[in-house]
């Protein structure tokens, strides 16, 4: 099932602050957020369609179940905050009622991903994930465990109750569809692409403590085509400094080596 994604970033999410300023790094960007901004049911009723039949087909490739029935009780009850879920027992119940993917980390030792549900992951399993530390999940990322993993680790584990806190990331894709898990063989941006046809696609995250054991890690998705950025001209800029200065083992991980000269030069022509 496809459907066409939200075209508009939410508000205090900006178009050019996306992309790092200078060239290409990593970054945490790291904001404070009011958490019913991001958790709350914001209506959008294509969205919860698309997950309940993702959720009804194929559960196996967009849900965890945590093996603590405490995990699963904690974050039902927290997403009973901000949406109408007390009908729901189990993360999949919960995953058709309410709109953001989700994933439950428990602190200890490390930062342990007990559960979740995500219908549109960005080319990665949650199945593959669950009982792994945030260092695994950041392994196959070139550069993340040598260059923000310490400070992910020191920010989760100074993260305060009622805190919650924003941030982003990018990438770009060939196709609209929302669920861009690994079994649905998304093809790489083709070298002679359109900006009409090609994607910016943005994870807004939200993380946030439920209680003294667990943190949710909280994801939205935005895609907007590339023609829109170029028409945005400080961000198609910024756009394209990014990619010029991009690593090419990123260039690689995010599967834009064939793609990045030609999307550089359509972003650089004149409107």
Known sequence: ??????????????????????????RMALKR????????NLQAVDVLKERSALLEVRPQDFLCEPTNREDTAALIQ????????R????FRELGTIWEPDFV??????????????????TGWSLTKIQHHPLSIVHEPVPGMNLQLDPKVERFFADLKLEECYQRSNWGLTSSNQKNQHPRDNIAEIASDCDLAETFLRVEWQAIMPIDYFRII???????LTLESVRRERGAAQLLRENLQTMP????????????RDRIVDLLSKPL
């Open 1 to 26: 099932m496809e459907l066409n994604c939200e075209t508009a970033l939410p508000t205090g999410l900006t178009l050019d602050g996306l992309f790092s300023r200078g060239g290409y790094r990593p």
């Open 33 to 40: 957020l009011q958490p019913e901004e991001f958790f709350a």
């Open 78 to 85: 927290f997403a009973g905050s901000w949406a109408r879920v």
């Open 87 to 90: 009908h729901a027992d189990t």
């Open 104 to 121: 439950l980390l428990r602190r200890g030792k490390s930062f342990e991903v007990v559960g979740g549900c995500v219908c549109f992951p």
């Open 217 to 223: 890690f909280g994801i939205r998705i935005y895609q």
């Open 248 to 259: 090419e083992d990123m260039l690689r991980y995010k599967r834009l080596t064939r793609c």
